[in-house]
């Protein structure tokens, strides 16, 4: 099978939400930590809308100041760099070595489709069970999801390499609504049972740990239609 199956990291792949409270409760209360990590979720988008695209690091750092600035947090000097600082130790969920392993046995090239530095998503791969065939980031494309630049990006990179494409990913705002725009196979994985129209999706799976069923369906369904 010549088929790719593309993910977004981090939230699907990587607990950044773990993440980012582990790098956050030496600096603040617990209670602020939480605080600042939904305070970014919502900020977020702003900075990466910005033009010319910043590095991620960068909107990491701008966007937790802009949350410390708003909930009345007190970082530390050099604080707004504590998420890029710790990137590296964020957590893989336990159910990706299985799911990514079955994939690999059943014939399937995976890549990620990142809102990342290089730099970054390198650091994170070195902790991921599985190798990867392509990687794109919004530091190759110069812009973020949702824009569609990193989908683009893929297909013109694999363009005469695949059979089919399916997309896995977390985070409805950045990759399942876009990529449905663009008319992929898409699994969304709701891993925070967000409430968010499931209908955007090909297949909603709560985890990982149906994956490889999930992806099989998602394809035939492409072949179908």
């Not at 409805?172 to 925070?192: K, M, N, S």
């Amino acid at each position: 099978m010549a088929g790719w199956v593309t993910f977004d990291c981090y939230g699907t792949l990587a607990d950044w939400l773990g993440g980012m409270r582990a790098a956050l409760v030496p600096l603040v209360e617990r209670d602020d930590a939480d605080r600042l990590v939904a305070a970014y979720h919502e900020l977020e988008a702003g900075v990466e809308a910005q033009r010319p695209a910043p590095l991620y690091r960068d909107v990491l750092a701008e966007t937790l100041r802009r949350a410390a600035a708003r909930e009345g947090v007190q970082l530390p000097p050099g604080g707004e760099h504590a998420l890029s600082v710790a990137w590296d130790r964020m957590p893989i969920f336990e159910d990706v070595g299985p799911a990514l392993g079955a994939l690999r046995e059943a014939g399937w090239r995976l890549g990620i489709l990142s809102n990342c530095d290089d730099d970054l998503l390198a650091g994170t791969l070195r902790s991921l069970p599985a190798r990867f065939d392509l990687t794109v980031t919004a530091e190759q494309v110069g812009s973020y999801k949702p824009s569609h630049g990193h989908w683009r990006r893929f297909a013109e990179l694999t363009e005469g390499r695949r059979e089919c494409w399916v997309h896995v990913a977390q985070s409805w705002f950045h990759d399942i609504a876009p990529a449905a725009e663009l008319e992929l196979p898409r699994i969304w994985v709701d891993r925070l049972d967000s409430g968010e129209d499931p209908a955007h999706a090909t297949l909603r799976v709560p985890d990982l740990r149906g994956l490889p069923e999930a992806v099989g369906s998602a394809a035939a369904s492409e072949s179908a239609s």
